[in-house]
């Protein structure tokens, strides 16, 4: 019963959250100067027009506006758009009118997630066993080579290293491709850029937590009772810190989904990054709005996710 | 000891696992599965090229975005197109007459063009495709086409007339006419993506199949030009294939792989180049272009070709009185070090120049442009009436790629030594370009700041009036002045006012606007008396609102709803409000009133006509001697290619930059099957024989 009160509590702030979002997103956009019809290239081609030209480029522009409601309030343009979001209905983007962003965003956000849930994987994968070294080994040469090189990985951004993996990886050793999309090998390099920073906080975060643990009672009365180290640290210690981690995860995969942005520009990766960049550059209001909910909602509902992880792992907490 | 086990122990695992999948994965190499494919193909590998291109949502040729490039003249040719050297020749088009009225063209077509499928192409194809463009409710961008100048192709669009009436018909099977209503350029313009043809059997039946917006989806795709798609990812990768009916002039690449990709700092082409993955590679940045030039194993694969159009400075579009000056902008002029930012700031990769474009481009030989000079420059200023105001200089953010933002450094310092106290101000693009395009006539004080713009000037395509590089800018210069400003902000912020205000229904409304009517109709008749250019005069007088606004208000009976007659009232403020502005700036300056009328005369003048050159360098001519536009470089593209890669074109237009009209690429075989296909020696020493026998 908690859970169901919990769940429906949420999720309609979820909604009014994004609502929100939309709201100010609308806002935002209307108030930066500059709209799609200025921009740059269209204002190239138009400026051609001569007299006639202009009556036909006036006509242009009333239909531009009729068809996609820039002729009405932005309050009610606010109104349409969330109604018909609420049926994930995008309508055309200003850039390619023939196509409805609700297929765009179908083609492309299953990408997009692919490489976070790889790296949010890998980070995992990789970050907890050398969390667990560091921790173990403290105050090592062990510890301080892995803590410095975490520190590295965190301040480094992902287009950086990014790049960094492709001269490496792709033009020196000529390993793997330097980007693409579809086959198995194409996914190292990008999981890699977008889970460095990631593999780094994880190995900080269970560094940090397996050392609180191993201070505690039970650990020493396990150690008493004779049982072997592994499985103290494996079984105790390291389940009873695997907490902390799951509340650094959330964040971390709205870190990573914003980081995909760049990622997915530097390795050719057709996902939701590129279409909100280009968006945002050419005014695409139905694109950037969109593209911004997606995002919004993503994280959102991650944010659930790890809340409900959490009250699962730890009884003490409950769902309210 | 046991705890390292279970660290170490998974960590080895892994590596092992994701070493395994490496390997695994190599299989699936595209470059092998390509060799394997074309063993069939006579033992002779497929020729295959592996070129970058824009991002691309659809291969729908209607729209103005980046697949034009693809569209025209690879997947669909049209009754004119391109050739290396960018010049308009025709592609499907034999022959053509154009009638003494100079608005009626006829065109013969060829007949041995035949579509993928293998049937013929024929005028009925393109006045299907134009007919698909101009119909009411299809999202086409008429301003990028010559269908605003055919006769009635926007009444149609706008639903208020039948199709019949248009001026676009099909005679037979291979003649086109077209009617335009000013003379116009035709050949150039029937080189767009707007005017390709569509086969009409194939659009049918997708659109049957529920598919009328994915017709051209590979399968469905039925095209007429040099390549078809095979693939098709969007935003991802497009695969195109000989066309095995095409008649015509073609390469002899078997198959292109267009990679998409941004074309910003964000991509790393030349790493993709190196690595094998790409044949071409845009340099981008000032980085990559550092690089390239002098990495030994690249920089001989270095090609450089010079852009159509400049890069350059613009006074702001902001209203301010203080850039009115005309030893001001003279002096701006002279200060500029273009050699300077040449060599130091864009690192050798453009060309200094003072007029709009290559400097030795034959359209510009001759003509006069503003050249570094400081000491002329600083006994400028001091005849101004400069006195230490700050100027802003509206620049692009620092984290630019093209280098504009250190142009913008340099720029400054070139103005601080004369004396002149300029403030750079680093604007996001789509804030700046309201500053460059359509900035002043917001009701912000911001906008009223002097200040100068970075700005690009480009040619879109190849027709008298772009031909001025940067059309808007280096036409537009009548526009600059201070008063013409300031009007058109009044005018624009009453046209805006307008929408709200619900006049119309009561006589004293009317008779309120019957003021500004009048004066209206008194200043059109000065104007005809006083104007000697006919073309001109009748250009302008089109502008008189009083005609419309009799007509408007006898067209409002007793019956006439109140809704109806404030969207009377107000249309007709409407049209008086953008006469207003006509008829007061006829009566500008001179070198304005010269303008106009040599802009009205390029209106109307087609590429073809001996008389448009000369023209046009006029035009040219007064618009640098004003300063109000002072270009500084001229761009060079510059890309890497395979020394085996030959024929390729560049894109030099305004936008979209990469390789387009594939056709004409060729690949030496020889040097290719050494480079990419050394297993295939076989078959390499069969051709060596085989040449030899020739």
Same mark, same amino acid.
């Given at each position: 019963m908690h859970a169901l009160v919990f769940f429906s509590k949420r999720l309609s702030a979820i909604v009014v959250s994004l609502a929100a979002v939309v709201t100010i997103t609308f806002y935002l956009m209307h108030s930066a100067p500059g709209n799609f019809l200025e921009m740059q290239q269209v204002r190239e081609a138009m400026a051609s027009l001569d007299s006639k030209g202009r009556e036909a480029q006036k006509q242009y522009e009333i239909e531009f506006q009729k068809r996609y409601a820039l002729d009405k309030p932005i309050y009610v343009q606010i109104g349409i758009y969330l109604k018909n979001a609420a049926t994930f209905k995008f309508g055309p983007s200003f850039t390619n009118p023939n196509v409805p962003i609700e297929a765009l965003v179908r083609e492309k956000f299953g990408t997009t997630l692919q490489i976070v849930l790889i790296g949010l994987i890998l980070a995992i994968v990789a970050g907890v066993p050398l969390g667990v070294i560091a921790a173990l080994r403290k105050n090592t040469v062990w510890d301080y080579g892995l803590m410095g090189f975490s520190m590295i990985g965190q301040v480094i951004p992902s287009f950086v290293i990014a790049v960094g993996l492709i001269v490496i990886f792709?033009?020196?050793?000529?390993?793997?491709?330097?980007s693409g999309w579809g086959q198995c090998r194409h996914y190292i390099l990008p999981a890699l850029a977008i889970g460095a920073a990631p593999i780094a906080t994880v190995a900080r975060y269970i560094r940090s937590s397996i050392l609180e643990t191993m201070e505690q009672d039970y650990i020493r009365t396990a150690f008493s009772k004779g049982i072997p180290e592994a499985r103290v640290i494996l079984a105790h210690a390291l389940r009873n810190s695997l907490i902390p981690l799951i509340t650094v995860m959330g964040p971390q995969f709205s870190f990573m989904l914003l980081g995909s942005v760049l990622v997915e520009q530097v390795f050719r990766i057709p996902g939701m990054g590129s279409m909100f960049v280009s968006a945002a550059q050419q005014r695409d209001y139905p694109m950037l709005v969109t593209s911004t909910l997606i995002f919004a909602a993503a994280i959102m509902l991650v944010n659930l996710v790890v809340d409900v992880l959490y009250a699962f792992l730890d009884p003490r907490i409950k769902l309210e | 000891m046991r705890l390292t086990k279970w660290v170490v122990g998974p960590l080895a695992l892994l590596s092992l696992g994701i070493y395994g999948l490496y390997n695994c994965v190599l299989c699936g190499d595209p470059a092998a599965k390509a060799a394997a494919a074309a063993v069939a193909n006579g033992g002779r590998p497929e020729i295959v090229v592996r070129i970058p291109s824009f991002p691309t949502q659809s291969l729908e040729p209607y729209v103005w975005a980046p697949q034009a490039v693809i569209t025209q003249g690879t997947l669909l040719e049209g009754l004119f197109g391109y050739d290396r050297d960018l010049n308009v020749v025709p592609k499907v088009a034999e022959s053509w007459v154009l009638a003494p009225d100079k608005l009626t063209w006829t065109i013969k077509l060829r007949k041995d063009k035949k579509w993928s499928d293998g049937t013929g192409v024929t005028a009925h194809d393109f006045i299907y495709g134009w007919t698909r463009f101009c119909s009411p409710g299809f999202p086409s961008p008429d301003w990028a086409s010559v269908f605003v100048s055919v006769e009635h192709a926007m009444d149609y669009k706008s639903g208020s007339i039948p199709l019949d009436s248009v001026g676009f018909k099909a005679l037979d099977d291979y003649t086109l006419v077209v009617k335009l209503i000013k003379p116009r350029s035709l050949p150039s313009f029937l080189?767009?993506?707007?005017?390709l043809p569509m086969h009409k059997a194939s659009f049918e039946a997708a659109k049957a199949r529920g598919e009328a917006d994915f017709w051209w989806m590979p399968g469905s795709f039925v095209g007429n030009g040099p390549y078809i798609p095979v693939r098709f990812v969007r935003d991802g990768e497009i695969e195109l294939v000989r066309n095995p009916h095409y008649v015509g002039e073609r390469g002899n690449v078997d198959r292109f792989v267009l990679k998409s990709m941004s074309?910003?700092?964000? &991509?790393?082409q030349i790493q993709q180049y190196e690595a094998g993955e790409l044949d071409v590679a845009h340099v981008m940045t000032l980085g990559d272009y550092a690089y390239a030039s002098k990495a030994k194993h690249i920089k001989d694969q270095v090609v450089m070709t010079p852009e159509m159009g400049y890069t350059g400075i613009q006074m702001a579009r902001t209203v301010n009185k203080l850039m009115n000056d005309d030893n001001l902008r003279r002096a701006i002029a002279l200060a500029i070090d273009k050699a300077d930012l040449a060599k130091n700031v864009m690192g050798g990769r453009v060309n200094p120049t003072n007029v709009f474009g290559p400097e030795q481009d034959s359209l510009f030989a001759g003509l006069t442009g503003v050249s570094f000079d400081r000491e002329e420059a600083k006994r400028c200023l001091a005849k101004? &009436?400069?006195?230490g105001e700050p100027i802003y200089l509206f620049s692009p953010p620092s984290t630019d790629v093209k280098g504009l933002a250190s142009v913008s450094e340099a720029i400054q310092s070139h103005l601080k030594a004369i004396g002149l106290n300029v403030v750079i101000e680093n604007l996001e693009e789509g804030v700046l370009n309201s500053y460059v395009w359509?900035?002043?006539?917001?009701?912000?004080?911001?906008?009223?700041r002097p200040g100068l713009t970075l700005f690009p000037g480009k040619v879109l395509w190849k027709e008298p009036v772009m031909m001025l590089r940067a059309a808007d800018h280096s036409w537009d210069w009548m526009n600059y002045d201070y008063e013409v400003k300031e009007l058109r902000k009044r005018i624009t912020l009453e046209r805006v006012a307008l929408k709200k205000e619900e006049k119309g229904d009561k006589p004293r409304d009317w008779a309120e606007l019957k003021v500004l009517r009048d004066s209206c109709a008194a200043w059109f008749a000065r104007i005809k008396s006083m104007e000697t250019d006919s073309l001109f005069r009748n250009k302008i007088l089109e502008k008189n609102a009083a005609p419309q606004y009799d007509r408007l208000l006898s067209s409002i009976g007793p019956k006439t709803a109140r809704d109806e007659k404030i969207a009377k009232w107000q249309s007709a403020k409407d049209v008086l409000l953008d006469a207003e502005f006509e008829f007061l700036t006829y009566f500008g300056n001179q070198r304005n009133h010269d303008g106009k009328v040599t802009f009205a005369h390029l209106e109307t003048a087609t590429m073809e006509d001996s008389a448009t050159t000369p023209l046009l360098r006029h035009m040219i001519q007064l618009s640098l001697d004003q300063n109000w536009i002072i270009p500084f470089f001229s761009e060079k593209l510059v890309y890497v290619k395979r020394?085996?890669?030959?024929g390729e074109s560049m894109n030099k237009f305004g936008m979209w930059n990469v390789l387009f009209d594939l056709q004409y690429i060729n690949v030496d075989e020889k040097a290719y099957m050494a480079a990419v296909h050394p297993e295939s020696k076989s078959w390499l020493t069969r051709l060596a024989s085989h040449q030899e026998g020739n």
């Open positions: 792709s033009v020196m050793l000529g390993w793997l491709p330097t | 080189a767009l993506s707007s005017t074309m910003s700092s964000q &991509s790393v101004s &009436s400069y006195r359509g900035g002043g006539y917001i009701d912000d004080p911001r906008y009223n020394p085996w890669l030959t």
